[in-house]
């Protein structure tokens, strides 16, 4: 892959999202489609730091609330905030602070 993800998509309506995640709206994102590749220079959704285009980004075409959403994640960031919403789907218990891993 010569380009981030979404440079192989070709849906005009794509725009980048400016707005930050918050922690609550990431734990209802459901993911629907994972690419990697490098980076594009966005900040990750998880801990904000920029994904350079020296770094392999994980770019996931998301459900949120019913809407489509592309988040961007270093792969470590995707892991975590994988296992949390998957934690989170088979459990009742209330929901564990969801917070970036140590640098």
């Known amino acids: 892959m010569n ?9 005009p ?5 400016t707005e930050r995640l918050s922690v609550a709206a990431l ?9 990697g590749g490098k980076g594009c220079g966005v900040p990750c959704d998880f801990c904000r730091v920029l994904v350079s285009t020296t770094e392999v980004e994980y770019e996931v075409e998301a459900e949120l609330d019913g809407t489509p959403v592309t988040l961007h994640f ?14 989170l789907a ?5 929901p564990p602070h969801l917070s970036p891993p140590a640098a």
């Open 90 to 94: 088979g459990s009742e218990a209330p």
């Open 13 to 17: 309506d794509d725009a980048p999202r």
């Open 74 to 87: 270093h792969p470590r960031c995707h892991d975590v905030w994988k296992a949390e919403v998957d934690g």
């Open 3 to 11: 380009g981030p993800a979404s440079a192989d998509r070709s849906n």
């Open 27 to 35: 734990r209802r994102a459901r993911s629907i489609r994972l690419w």
